[in-house]
């Protein structure tokens, strides 16, 4: 009913409808809503899973002692091949569906899983702001066709280069504006490295997936927070399935042609585990001739995910049976472990 505005369905045991209200979605109107319920006394509560929306209410009702489930939208079939749908509609449908016991579920991580997420989450975005504006940089330069000597235009030489660069009066103002949001990017991406490392110094299960090759304290913060329990899924297929790393396949007679991955899925673990496959096609040598075998058939793009899929089922049976990586080399572990020890110490300094 709107971003601050939602349809509240009250139903007893039978299914018949006690009240209908509209609440605001702020912590004073969720904390009324709760004061309301608690009128009925024991209940149970379900809400549809819309971006972040839910996430208040879930706190605040949770903070109640009342139970919350998270309805997957997609799935829950009378909602989303309704004709029409209104919000109220839909309020008194997963009622229906909750008293039932027919309420397809979205996974809740713990707060703290949620935590980590927001801040890996918002790492990505601010890497992501960061490079959107290198290219306006190398854009600007190509303009005057200008040419750094440093291999890397954004190494301390390169930004001392770079701040020696003169060009015409409101292009100039513009770089000098482009190297300050550099600047102020870079030191806020180091602070929350820092207190990423810092984090995932403490988790026993980083440093179980950091024996894997191609996956540093950030990787494995990453795919242990947006994974969660392992446990909800029941077999390797299932996770990477869920992390949407299946190729479509065609098969006719003696010959199989892979197709690009199938669209949906977990964006993050996806695109972590086909990082980190590029690096392991190169240095692993269980994933390289895996990788070679593939490439030399189906072409260097379906060879990389082919390896990304390989290596998240591992992670499957790393996470579920608790053994470290049995390719993983002891140097590189260790190198990424004082590097993960330095980034958290810097921020106690």
Known sequence: ???????????????????????????????ELAENLSRYGECRAVL????????????????????????????????????????????????????TSLIPECYIPPKETRERRSLLRYRSELVKDRTRIRNEVHSLLDKYDLRCEHKDLFCVGGMRWLE?????SEDQAILESQIRRLRGLQREVEAV???????????????????????????????????GDVTRFQSPEKLVSWAGLCPSLHQSGESTHYCKIKSGGNKHVRWLMVEAAKSASSHDPEMR??????????????????????????VWYMLTRREPYRQGKEVLYKNKLMRMEKLASSRLA
């Open 1 to 31: 009913m709107g971003k601050n505005r939602c349809a509240v369905c009250v139903a007893d045991e039978k299914g018949e409808i006690l009240r209908k209200l509209i609440y605001m979605n702020t912590r004073g109107g969720i904390e």
């Open 48 to 99: 549809e899973s819309t971006g972040n929306l839910w996430l208040k209410t879930y706190e605040i009702l949770e903070a109640h002692s009342v139970p919350v489930k998270l309805a997957n939208p997609l799935q829950t079939k009378v909602i989303a091949q309704a004709r029409i749908k209104t919000d109220k509609l839909s309020a008194r449908i997963l009622t229906h569906l909750l008293r």
């Open 164 to 168: 020696e660069v003169e060009l015409p």
């Open 193 to 227: 490295d820092s207190r990423i490392a810092s984090k995932a110094s403490m988790d026993e299960e980083v440093r179980l997936l950091m024996t894997m090759t191609g996956v540093s304290h950030y990787g494995a913060l990453l795919i242990a927070s947006e994974i």
């Open 289 to 314: 001739t895996l990788y070679e075998r593939t490439r030399q058939r189906h072409g260097s793009q379906n060879a990389v995910v082919r390896v990304a899929n390989k290596m998240l089922r591992v």
